[in-house]
T-cell receptor, first 109, second 118 residues
Framework: GQNIDQPTEMTATEGAIVQINCTYQ??????LFWYQQHAGEAPTFLSY??LDGLEEKGRFSSFLSRSKGYSYLLLKELQMKDSASYLC??????????WGAGTKLIIKP | DTAVSQTPKYLVTQMGNDKSIKCEQN?????MYWYKQDSKKFLKIMFS???????INETVPNRFSPKSPDKAHLNLHINSLELGDSAVYFC?????????????????FGPGTRLLVL
């Protein structure tokens, strides 16, 4: 089967750094996405990785290791507005997005 | 300008009724999707559709049917609503997957429709 695993919930402190991990097993691979979803709102696109390595975009970075079936999302200089769920999704060989259940990130002052 | 819009935002209805949710995108995308997000926040694909192919998640009951009058619209019709249908339904769109790959597959979501079946 195909599955995406990520922690259910994480807590971090404002101003700190947090890493959200995602491991996947899919039929083929055509890229990995990270989405952010605030409570009561729609998911919004954060990042895309298809090659191994780190992609940096402001305070957010995303890393991919295809051989390990592993990715992480790194959030620096955490702000209260970063409190949200972070969804990992993998595009498989049919370009279907397989979604993780999301990681709820709680930021404390 | 809203890229992907859905109506209604909230829908409260009785068990057994038939209802429709509308979705429109002005991004010029060729592929549209319907997702169901339940109380556990798990995002589940229901359908993906472009002018060439309808892909149905086989676990979706046939009470659910997508209807596309044109490539900018994908409506979701639900027959004989059940209590378990209560959830948030998201519409999304992306570029045609057969033409482009990689970051072009990025899906853009509508604001969601909160369906409550009583």
């Amino acid at each position: 089967g195909q599955n995406i695993d990520q922690p259910t919930e994480m807590t971090a402190t404002e101003g700190a750094i947090v890493q959200i991990n995602c491991t996947y097993q899919t039929s083929g691979f055509n890229g990995l996405f990270w989405y952010q979803q605030h409570a009561g709102e729609a998911p919004t696109f954060l990042s895309y990785n298809v090659l191994d390595g780190l992609e940096e975009k402001g305070r957010f970075s995303s890393f991919l290791s295809r051989s390990k079936g592993y990715s992480y999302l790194l959030l620096k200089e955490l702000q209260m507005k970063d409190s949200a769920s972070y969804l990992c999704a993998v595009s498989n060989s049919n370009y279907q997005l397989i979604w993780g259940a999301g990681t709820k990130l709680i930021i404390k002052p | 300008d809203t890229a992907v819009s859905q109506t209604p935002k909230y829908l409260v209805t009785q068990m057994g009724n038939d209802k429709s949710i509308k979705c429109e995108q002005n991004l010029g995308h060729d592929t549209m999707y319907w997702y169901k997000q339940d109380s556990k926040k798990f995002l589940k694909i229901m359908f993906s559709y472009n002018n060439k192919e309808l892909i149905i998640n086989e676990t979706v009951p046939n009470r659910f049917s997508p209807k596309s009058p044109d490539k900018a619209h994908l409506n979701l019709h639900i027959n004989s609503l059940e209590l378990g249908d209560s959830a948030v339904y998201f519409c999304a769109s992306s570029q045609d997957l057969s033409d482009l790959a990689g970051a072009q597959e990025t899906q853009y979501f509508g604001p969601g429709t909160r369906l409550l079946v009583l």
